[in-house]
């Protein structure tokens, strides 16, 4: 779809955080549309933030990732929307402190969610997500920093539609839930509610993607959500 505007706006909010430390990060733009605002958008954006663009069609945010991962050269991977924003005065320098320190698979960090009339702020503790992994995906991807060593040889399983990140959080660290670090900081991140996998619409499908999630990880419970 086009998310040229959206891309701007995400992208505007970028500058003031990662301008800072500009040796230290690369955003790829991945993009299936046909529209050359998009491109136009990253482009126009290069000029003051390490960007680049790739422009391959897919058949959803799951292989569009897997297309994504092939290009990624940085030791941590973290995926965003178009229409997610970097949070104001995000402490980048404590994140990177922090991402130097953990060789864990997985680090989470707070994400703040936006509704049409209030927000709040989502935080996990490591007793809560070995409390509800083995049920349903406690974070949102807007939460999560992978190792991209260890993710490029899992990738997402395009089979799914909505929980592919949740089968792929669980092959990295059913083996030892320990394989997690949960930091308490600000959020880095705006997330505006409607994606797919928050959408009342997907609920049916949600429930059954989770049970194949399980399936596929051998992990039995009598729970449903």
Same mark, same amino acid.
């Given at each position: 779809?086009?998310?040229?505007?959206?891309?701007?706006?995400?992208?505007?909010?970028?500058?003031?955080?990662?301008?800072?430390?500009?040796?230290?990060?690369?955003?790829?733009?991945?993009?299936?549309?046909?529209?050359?605002?998009?491109?136009?958008?990253?482009?126009?954006?290069?000029?003051?933030?390490?960007?680049?663009?790739? !422009?391959?069609?897919?058949?959803?945010?799951?292989?569009?990732?897997?297309?994504?991962?092939? !290009?990624?050269?940085?030791?941590?991977?973290?995926?965003?929307?178009?229409?997610?924003?970097?949070?104001?005065?995000?402490?980048?320098?404590?994140?990177?402190?922090?991402?130097?320190?953990?060789?864990?698979?997985?680090?989470? $960090?707070?994400?703040?969610?936006?509704?049409?009339?209030?927000?709040?702020?989502?935080?996990?503790? $490591?007793?809560?997500?070995?409390? !509800?992994?083995?049920?349903?995906?406690?974070?949102?991807?807007?939460?999560?920093? !992978?190792?991209?060593?260890?993710?490029?040889?899992?990738?997402?399983?395009?089979?799914?539609?909505?929980?592919?990140?949740?089968?792929?959080?669980?092959?990295?660290?059913?083996?030892?839930?320990?394989?997690?670090?949960?930091?308490?900081?600000?959020?880095?991140?705006?997330?505006?509610?409607?994606?797919?996998?928050?959408?009342?619409?997907?609920?049916?499908?949600?429930?059954?993607?989770?049970?194949?999630?399980?399936?596929?990880?051998?992990?039995?419970?009598?729970?449903?959500?």
């Amino acid at each position: 779809m086009d998310c040229s505007k959206k891309l701007g706006a995400c992208l505007e909010s970028a500058v003031p955080i990662l301008s800072q430390y500009p040796n230290d990060y690369e955003i790829l733009v991945k993009d299936c549309s046909s529209d050359d605002q998009v491109r136009e958008s990253a482009n126009r954006f290069s000029k003051i933030l390490n960007i680049r663009y790739i !422009h391959q069609s897919d058949s959803g945010i799951y292989e569009a990732w897997n297309q994504a991962l092939s !290009h990624c050269e940085g030791r941590w991977i973290y995926f965003m929307g178009a229409d997610d924003l970097f949070a104001e005065n995000f402490p980048l320098n404590v994140l990177m402190e922090q991402l130097r320190m953990h060789e864990k698979p997985v680090i989470s $960090i707070p994400v703040k969610y936006v509704f049409n009339t209030y927000s709040s702020v989502s935080t996990i503790d $490591i007793i809560n997500f070995r409390k !509800h992994i083995r049920y349903k995906n406690p974070f949102n991807h807007q939460g999560i920093f !992978h190792r991209s060593d260890i993710l490029k040889e899992i990738g997402f399983d395009t089979s799914f539609r909505i929980s592919g990140d949740f089968n792929t959080l669980l092959k990295m660290t059913k083996s030892d839930p320990d394989n997690i670090v949960c930091i308490e900081m600000p959020p880095m991140v705006e997330m505006h509610s409607g994606g797919i996998s928050t959408m009342i619409s997907t609920n049916f499908d949600r429930l059954k993607e989770r049970a194949k999630v399980r399936k596929n990880n051998n992990i039995r419970t009598n729970h449903s959500v």
